[in-house]
């Protein structure tokens, strides 16, 4: 009974631990003074990027190195984003990681760029800081810990947040009108029915099944099945933006399956048939944190959107007979 006891004791400490190692929870006091505090959740302190100081010192200049990485703070109303209010995408100084959206960005009188809230919650890590005898949160990029600046609750936004960050943090790219035929590239299960109903929206002009975000070059039907080559299954469209828009895409792509399955669709399982939107732009990228926030507002869904946000990387086609695979048979997909 004794060692049957001993051993779910250090079952739930062993558990304990990973949960205490996976989150960080820090305390920092509400800004309206009434002595409230609040709970700070952060991620782990494992980041995506990983560079030595001597690393970041040679990527960048010295004004942002000590910014980023020495939490610096630019003296207020000269930073060169201040002003900035053009559509695009705040990405991060050190690592381009993406932190903010322009429609979250407003003045707040400050000196400093200020937002509403980050393009997604995991985009930043919140740290407790307590020099020069204020208490503060600090906000760092969550993908390779560089300084951004703080987080305050004076935001005029329906959550109260202001996010205060140097400009000297963050790169602007510029949403830039599309013209010409576009790419757009999705991933929702198997790619036969997928392609089908996506070639069949009014102004794409073609679309190939194939795979894409993994690792492995060239990879065989037969190997993305092991799931071991990091690649989905995936659609490439070509459209014509002046005929059908990228959200109207995004809208056909979630209504063909369920965005809150992960790593599978329906019976088929593994990472090459989850959900996933591959960027070509600021654009896109923009339009498709903007539709997943929509869907998780709507309530249409019981469980959040797990349909993963990436650049488009090397896209290989898949082999011939999986191309317009239902359309050679004469069928109109497999009913899933």
């Keep these: 009974m004794r060692h049957t006891f001993s051993l779910i004791v250090l079952f739930l400490v062993v558990t304990l631990m990973s949960f205490a190692a996976a989150w960080q929870v820090q305390i920092a006091w509400g800004a309206d003074g009434g002595g409230q505090k609040k709970e700070v959740r952060i991620m782990d302190t494992q980041k995506k990027v990983m560079k030595s100081e001597d690393e970041w010192k040679k990527e960048l200049t010295p004004e942002q190195y000590r910014i980023l990485r020495q939490a610096g703070t630019e003296r207020a109303f000269t930073g060169a984003l201040n002003d900035v209010y053009d559509p695009g995408l705040y990405r991060c100084g050190a690592c381009g990681a993406p932190l903010f959206r322009s429609d979250t960005k407003y003045d707040h009188g400050s000196g400093w760029p200020s937002f509403t809230e980050p393009i997604t919650a995991g985009a930043i890590e919140y740290r407790d800081d307590n020099t020069y005898g204020m208490e503060r949160v600090e906000v760092r990029c969550a993908a390779c810990g560089s300084h951004l600046g703080h987080v305050f609750d004076d935001g005029p936004g329906a959550n109260g947040k202001h996010f205060c960050i140097n400009s000297a943090s963050m790169k602007f790219e510029k949403a830039t009108q599309a013209t010409g035929p576009q790419k757009a590239t999705f991933a929702a299960g198997c790619f036969w029915g997928v392609e089908l109903k996506l070639s069949q929206v009014s102004g794409v002009l073609s679309t190939r099944v194939g795979y894409t975000g993994g690792h492995t070059k060239s990879p065989t039907y037969e190997e993305v099945c092991t799931d071991g080559t990091g690649h989905a299954e995936a659609v490439e469209v070509t459209y014509d933006p002046t005929k059908v828009s990228y959200e109207k895409l995004l809208d056909t792509f979630f209504s063909l399956h369920d965005p809150t399955q992960i790593d599978r669709q329906g019976p088929d399982v593994g990472a090459q048939y989850r959900s996933a939107v591959f960027y070509h732009s600021a654009a896109q990228e923009l339009a498709a944190t903007a539709m997943v926030k929509k869907l998780n507002g709507s309530g249409k869904f019981?469980?959040?959107?797990?349909?993963?946000?990436?650049?488009?990387?090397?896209?290989?086609?898949?082999?011939?007979?999986?191309?317009?695979?239902?359309?050679?048979?004469?069928?109109?997909?497999?009913g899933i």
């Design 302 to 334: 019981r469980r959040p959107i797990a349909t993963q946000i990436a650049p488009a990387t090397d896209f290989y086609p898949a082999e011939e007979y999986h191309q317009k695979y239902y359309q050679k048979r004469g069928k109109q997909g497999c």
